[in-house]
């Protein structure tokens, strides 16, 4: 406790000498503010002195520098200057440089209007922008027309997969479904060095709101040269008049060509030239867009032309299959027709095109009825003496036949008008409307021979003709087995009917029986008896020989259904033949001169009927 005491006034203490310390720097800081506000006061005019002279130097600077940037930017526009002077054919990327520093000038001088000098700077600068401009768009036109060359038909051709190149040899079909698919590579229609020039030419003259001279600089030069391409191509203006009074063979051929051209003009070279614009104005989508369609818009309407002129003719059977393949091309490239021709510009270029592909659809969907109709009402007269296939039953065999060629595109057509359902049901109900056409008109084309048996060999080649084509073609599946079967009972049927018509006559001459009485073989028949005898041997000789060389000129063409005739006739006449030689021959061979009677062995009967339906091919 007293230590504690004893710390507690050493404590007061210590802070009585405090305050008094205190009191004493009070005191004497008192004094010092005194004399620091007379030291103030004496010193504030050289400090109002000294800020003057700092804001002074602050000035100058400011001045320096920004005197230091406007000769900058004189220097610059010197440059600029000589660059514009001296054109772009020099150094074209220099050219453009130079515009490109008048326009940052410009844009300074622009937004600095408190300098005294900007006015005059920004007049000179104009008035260099200006003649800049007009050199720019010379330099477009000049580039242009240097570097928009036609394509030759060879690098085109090198541009198609190889299946289509004409120099190639065909395939065989099993090689062209294993290969891959095709694929077509556009050619650069300028060099790629000169593009991005072109695209710095374009985007200098649109940024110099000169779009509609831009457009139509490049429109002109790109138009000549697709122009030009297509005509070395072989793509020819024609009228509608001049197509459809074309001879068919000419306008044929034109037409296989139209299909080879349709697909290099979408795949190769309107491709190439939405590429090349599409690279070109890079910086506006809608002068992309102006300018293709204005480059394309007369050489599409040349190849559409010709497209709607064939559609629009006068309608005939051969001309379906060049219709369904002017509409499988037509509606192979409408895809890409869609996607190259994009845009509102372009968007009564797509309605053509998709117009062409449906009128095209139409007049073959009609062809196809009006051959039905054709086929049963063909009045044709001049048939074959000697009961051969009708050139009408080979024509319609081999157009069906054709027609299983473009399975799918006629389904597609059948779908178009909302008559398939995507199964082929359709195409097998029309086939079979034109396979009993064709059996309707052969019937009545029948009924014009005088001898029915020939009548019936007519039927009969026709129909064995139909079945056999019908079952070697892709018409089985469609057709069935129940049609075959069915029309061969009717050639069956028909041969059956040309052998009892033919031969029963002589059937019923060497027949065992007969109006005389004949002996027994030893020959002890009555002279009546054997003067009946030799009656029907004289009956059958004439009756044989005319029937022998009438049918001789009769024609079978199909080798096995000739063999199968002839074996018919052989099984009906040579044993009733062979039965009247071995019973009344020997009558006949007592008798004088029995050659005149029995003129045939049943030996040579059987080779005699061995050169029956060989045709000689005359005509009626």
Not at 445 to 461: E, G, R, V
Not at 510 to 521: A, H, I
Not at 564 to 575: D, K, M, W
Request: charged share 25%.
């Amino acid at each position: 406790m007293e230590s504690l005491a004893q710390r507690a006034a050493l404590l007061r203490e210590s802070l009585h000498k405090s305050q008094q310390v205190t009191d004493a720097v009070v005191s004497i800081l008192g004094s010092f503010d005194s004399r620091l506000s007379a030291l103030d006061s004496a010193m504030r005019p050289i400090q109002v002195r000294t800020h003057a002279v700092r804001t002074a130097h602050e000035n100058i600077d400011r001045t320096l520098r920004s005197a230091d940037v406007i000769l900058t930017q004189f220097d610059r526009t010197r440059e600029a200057e000589r660059e514009i002077q001296k054109g772009p054919h020099e150094n074209l990327q220099g050219f453009l440089d130079a515009v490109d520093r008048l326009r940052s000038i410009e844009r300074f001088f622009s937004s600095n209007r408190s300098y005294r000098s900007s006015d005059g700077v920004l007049n000179h600068v104009n008035s260099l922008l200006s003649k800049a401009l007009v050199k720019m768009e010379g330099e477009f036109q000049n580039q242009l027309s240097q570097r928009s060359k036609p394509m030759e038909p060879d690098r085109l051709f090198d541009c198609l997969p190889s299946t289509l190149r004409p120099s190639s040899e065909s395939q065989p079909e099993e090689n062209q479904q294993n290969s891959e698919p095709a694929v077509y590579s556009p050619p650069a229609l300028i060099e790629p060095k000169f593009v991005p020039l072109l695209s710095k030419l374009a985007q200098q003259l649109v940024q110099a709101g000169c779009q509609q001279q831009c457009s139509e600089i490049y429109s002109e030069a790109r138009a000549s040269a697709l122009e030009s391409s297509l005509k070395n191509l072989g793509v020819e203006k024609l009228s509608k008049d001049e197509v459809q009074k074309m001879p068919w063979e000419i306008l044929e051929s034109k037409i296989g060509n139209w299909i080879h051209f349709m697909r290099i003009a979408v795949k190769l070279l309107f491709a190439g030239e939405r590429q090349l614009c599409d690279q070109v104005f890079e910086c506006s989508q809608s002068l992309r867009d102006k300018c293709f369609a204005a480059i394309t818009k007369n050489s599409l309407a040349t190849l559409l032309s010709f497209g709607e002129a064939i559609a629009m003719s006068k309608r005939s059977p051969e001309k379906l299959f060049v219709l369904l393949d002017m509409y499988e091309i037509m509606c192979e490239l409408q895809t890409e027709i869609d996607t190259i021709f994009v845009g509102e510009s372009c968007s009564q270029m797509r309605d053509s095109a998709l117009s062409l592909t449906k009128c095209l659809a139409q007049t073959a969907q009609k062809t196809f009825s009006d051959f039905e109709e054709a086929v049963e009402k063909d009045a044709t007269k001049n048939i074959h003496t000697d009961g051969t296939v009708h050139p009408l039953t080979s024509y319609v065999i081999n157009y069906v036949k054709f027609l299983f060629d473009y399975q799918s595109t006629l389904k597609q057509l059948f779908q178009e008008f909302k008559k398939d359902d995507g199964t082929g049901s359709e195409l097998a109900a029309v086939t079979m409307k034109i396979m009993q056409a064709l059996q309707n008109n052969l019937d009545a084309k029948a009924k014009q021979y005088k001898d029915p048996a020939l009548m019936h060999i007519f039927l009969m080649n026709n129909i064995h003709y139909i079945v056999k084509s019908v079952r070697r073609s892709e018409a089985k599946d469609l057709l069935g087995d129940d049609w075959i079967q069915r029309h061969r009972r009717i050639v069956q049927q028909n041969a059956n009917q040309y052998r009892r018509i033919a031969w029963s006559k002589g059937q019923g001459l060497t027949s065992s029986g007969g109006s005389g009485q004949v002996g027994s073989e030893g020959g002890n028949s009555s002279g009546a008896s054997r003067a009946a005898v030799k009656e029907r041997f004289r009956s059958f000789n004439v009756l044989f020989e005319e029937i022998y060389q009438k049918q001789c000129s009769w024609s079978v063409p199909d080798t096995e259904l000739r063999e199968s005739l002839r074996l018919a006739v052989a099984e009906i006449l040579l044993p009733a033949y062979r039965s009247f030689i071995k019973r009344f021959g020997p009558l006949i061979e007592n008798s004088k001169a029995p050659g005149k009677y029995v003129k045939h062995t049943p030996e040579q009967l059987e080779l005699l009927l061995g050169n029956l339906f060989e045709g000689k091919q005359e005509r009626a």
